[in-house]
């Protein structure tokens, strides 16, 4: 629901820095799996008994999730630049619920598995919509230019980072917030299933 106005804020400064890294011979590829590494850092140090500790890779990883997009505008996108960023994507925002679900499987064991089949569900409608646009050659650069169609939602990255943070500031109130936003996860992609039976009407 932010992403679009994120965009307007970030994007500049994001691809004057693309710019720059673009012309040190860094490629796009390789920020996208810093960007992963530092995200599966923040969910081990969540993991292990330190949410505080883990914002500062949890931001760097999201950092770098908008510089390679940047890199990649500044030099050459390629099919696979996009594909590896969503993975890279998907895989980090289900390390982050599972981290809270390690830590203490006890008190967040319930409330971890209803928050991944949320994200599981709301990135399926994601991704099928995405396929679908796809094939009838729609477009949008609402949340800027991608390799994908993105569709907006109730909950898109902006939200979900902001989420993020305040799990690793407040970690005993995981089970509650993960119950919360997992049901605005799950609005959120019958919305878009809902929005999809209109557009995608034969």
Known sequence: ???AAAR???DPPLNRAGRMIARTGICA???????LGLGLLAAFLIAIGHPAWSIVPLIGSRLADG????????????????YLDIAADFLFYGAIPLAFVLNDPASNGA???????????NGTSFLGYAIL??????QTRAQGIKSLYFSNGLLEGTETIAFFVLLCLFSGSFAVMAWIFGTLCFVG????????????RD
């Open 189 to 200: 992609g019958i919305l878009r299933i809902y929005a999809a039976s209109r557009v995608f």
């Open 67 to 82: 510089l390679d997009g940047a890199i990649a505008r500044a030099t050459q996108k390629t099919d696979f630049g996009g």
């Open 111 to 121: 409330a971890g598995a209803f928050l991944l089949t949320a994200f599981y569900f």
């Open 29 to 35: 590829d390789t920020v996208t799996l810093i960007g």
């Open 133 to 138: 646009a796809e094939k009838r050659g729609l």
């Open 8 to 10: 307007r804020l970030i």
């Open 1 to 3: 629901m932010l992403d």
